[in-house]
């Protein structure tokens, strides 16, 4: 993982991409204007957008803004059943929160006219057939990797049979899976891609843009490539199971005499350790309820990342970060998208107290009915961006892992008869401990130094522990919901025997406390809102919230969690 000092040296090395390196080649040796670059993002609106895409997205657009060309945003729409214009709404809203705007919005079924007259074409060339076979019969006769396939009985019938039939699949004559157009291409093929793939299904369904118009669906590779082509897309690039396609994707290009061809590159997909990134796995996570929806914080969706607080940028300079190549295998660290997290957050997030399990202090020397206000910055390092006002009064929280009874010698918190700097306010002891009849600590009955205020004593007397704190009368009660890592191992898929990946869930990757004490700046944070509680971490205002109650995610700890710390002073 990288840190924070190799970060400045190796700022100005870029990472490698390979598709750089080709389109740098490209523009050297005269084949390409740099600005007749043009990619796509062609996601399928079946689920939400997910760290992975977020790679795709970079590496596209950023590839368009690099070279002063153009990308679009292209819904895969060609599987009715499955998509939903919802997807299409939460896909667009992700990719513009990562920070990227497309030249045109367009969808696969823009084409469907234009590749139903290939389709068409293919047939009349004798370049496709319609099959009447079962889907059982016919992925039975493609053989496999050690077997060779074995021609369809429909192989040769006549283009004009295969075209009426066509046309009265299209027409509605037939059922679901009555039969399919193949293009007829090399049954004896070494890549299964390539014995004879269905260009068409008859699928009675209504399409979400499309409604009722068509009964008959284009599959993936008939649809891909082409609509690169009609879009004037240069460099077609997706991940490395894309690779086998790319002769039956070139093959239409090809068979159609398309004036436009579009290269397909392939690279190594995004992982990420502790997480899994499949659509499939993921609706399996928000089906079964093992999270809150597509949006729980803790699951690797851009809605579930924007809600847990995490900033774009950061989730841009990680991808960014990994670099591009077809090498597989190597899986992206969590750690380091969480380091860069926390950079970033570092830099901007606002700084604020909160009590997330509250023990009460009582100034004994302090005035019953008064209260003051302390100055508190918003940022250590903005000091341009001005104070805000903490109220202080005499019943105050702090953190009950702040206290202790019997610490030890550099426990720099509190304890029975030592000081501590309350932060932005000042310097209290603590004189007597106060326990409920089953021995619990349940108050502190402290003093404090009025000539402290602001937190430096008068006479310079060294006070090495600062607390955060609220005051009683002024805070505002809020839930707080504490996230972890969904998966407690590196590698989710990697299962103990006869379980899946399921098994590997960290059952206490939510914790939930009620009654935390924040200070009252924070009642009105709006949802999205991201701040640093001092001394514990990252959160981020939840939409479940509201004025009178609101609801805090936690996005991380800061670098050192407090459990680490436990065990430093533990050893002494
Ligand atoms: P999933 O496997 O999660 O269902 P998908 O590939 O089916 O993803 P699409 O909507 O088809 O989802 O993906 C849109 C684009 O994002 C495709 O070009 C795909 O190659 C790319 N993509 C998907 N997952 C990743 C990933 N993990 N890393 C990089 N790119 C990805
Ligand atoms: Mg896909």
Not at 531 to 546: I, M
Request: with cysteine; aromatic share 10%; proline share 6%.
């Amino acid at each position: 993982m990288a840190s924070a000092s190799d970060d400045s040296s190796e700022a100005a090395e870029a990472p490698p991409n390979f598709i750089h390196d080709i389109i740098d080649e490209e523009v050297r040796d005269g084949s390409r204007a740099q600005g007749d670059v043009c990619t796509r993002f062609p996601p399928e609106p079946n689920g939400y957008l997910h760290i992975g895409h977020a790679k795709s997205i970079c590496l596209n657009f950023g590839t368009a803004i690099k070279y002063g060309g153009r990308c679009n945003l292209r819904f895969d729409d060609t599987n009715p059943t499955k998509e939903k214009q919802d997807f299409v709404d939460a896909i667009q809203r992700d990719i513009r929160w990562l920070g990227f705007e497309w030249d045109r919005l367009l969808y696969a079924s823009d084409y469907y006219d234009q590749l139903y007259r290939w389709a068409e074409q293919l047939i009349e060339d004798g370049k496709a057939y319609v099959d009447e076979g079962t889907a059982e019969e016919i992925s039975k006769a493609r053989g496999d990797f050690y077997k060779p396939g074995v021609d369809s009985p429909y192989r040769d019938r006549p283009p004009a049979e295969s075209l009426d039939l066509f046309r009265r699949m299209r027409a509605g004559e037939f059922p679901d899976g009555k039969m399919v157009l193949r293009a007829k291409i090399d049954m004896q093929s070494g890549n299964l891609n390539m014995r004879d793939p269905t260009l068409y299904r008859i699928l009675h369904a209504t399409h979400h843009r499309t409604g009722d118009d068509w009964c008959i669906y284009p599959m993936y590779d008939f649809a891909h490539g082409q609509s690169d082509a009609i879009e004037g897309i240069t460099h077609s690039i997706c991940t490395l199971e894309f690779e086998a396609h790319r002769p039956l994707y070139d093959w239409f290009l090809e068979q159609l005499a398309l004036p436009n061809r579009p290269r397909q590159i392939e690279f190594s997909g995004l992982t990420l350790s502790y997480t899994v990134l499949s659509k499939r796995y993921l609706r399996q996570l928000v089906e079964q309820e093992h999270v809150s929806g597509w949006d729980d914080p803790r699951m690797p969706t851009l809605a579930g990342m924007r809600r847990r607080g995490y900033a774009p940028e950061a989730i841009v300079a990680f991808c960014d970060r990994l670099g591009v190549s077809k090498r597989e295998g190597g899986m992206g660290d969590v750690s380091l998208f969480e380091f860069l997290q926390r950079e970033r957050l570092n830099a901007s997030a606002p700084r604020r107290m909160a009590v997330l399990r509250p023990l009460r202090v009582v100034i004994t020397n302090y005035p019953e009915d008064e209260s003051e206000e302390f100055d508190a910055i918003e940022h250590p390092e903005h000091p341009e961006r001005g104070t805000r006002k903490v109220p202080f009064s005499r019943v105050l929280y702090i953190e009950r892992d702040d206290f202790r009874e019997d610490a030890p010698k550099k426990w720099f918190r509190l304890a029975p008869g030592r000081e501590v700097r309350l932060r932005n306010a000042c310097l209290i002891i603590c004189k007597e401990v106060i326990k409920d009849d089953a021995g619990e600590v349940v108050e502190l009955r402290c003093e404090w130094d009025p000539q402290s205020r602001g937190g430096t004593p008068a006479d310079g007397r060294r006070v090495k522990g600062t607390l955060h704190w609220v005051s009683a009368a002024h805070a505002v009660d809020a839930e707080v919901r504490l996230y972890d890592r969904l998966f407690r191992v590196e590698n989710p898929m990697d299962a103990p025997e006869g379980q899946d990946y399921l098994a590997n869930l960290d059952p206490d990757s939510l914790e939930v406390l009620m009654g935390c004490k924040i200070e009252p700046s924070l009642a009105n944070a709006v949802a999205g809102a991201t701040v640093q509680f001092e001394r514990l971490g990252y959160f981020c205002a939840d939409r479940d919230g509201s004025p009178e109650r609101p609801v805090f995610n936690r996005t991380l700890t800061l670098r050192d969690s407090w459990a680490k710390l436990e065990r430093k002073f533990a050893s002494g």
